[in-house]
């Protein structure tokens, strides 16, 4: 017997975050230069992080919390621009 299940009709809105969420998109020069930015910005904040604070859960937390923060941020220029 066939396993039946529904299925649901997304919206397309929903249907084109998809797409454009799980497409690669090359950054073009300008945007380089920018994420490159964030990401060395991230960088330093990791480092002063690293300095300041005693190795712990919560340290490992911020430094993975910022490593979202610089996807996220390179993330938003390439998928928006």
Excluded at 6 to 23: E, H, I, M
Excluded at 46 to 57: C, G, H, V
């Amino acid at each position: 017997m066939e396993s039946q299940h529904k299925q649901y009709d997304p919206a397309p809105t929903l249907v084109q975050r998809v797409n454009r969420d799980f497409t690669y998109q090359p950054p073009n020069g300008e945007q380089v230069l920018r994420m490159s930015s964030i990401r060395q910005e991230c960088k330093n904040l990791a480092a002063k992080i690293l300095q300041d604070t005693p190795p712990s859960r919560e340290q490992s937390l911020a430094l993975t919390s910022l490593e979202e923060v610089s996807m996220w941020c390179n993330a938003a220029i390439a998928r928006n621009e």
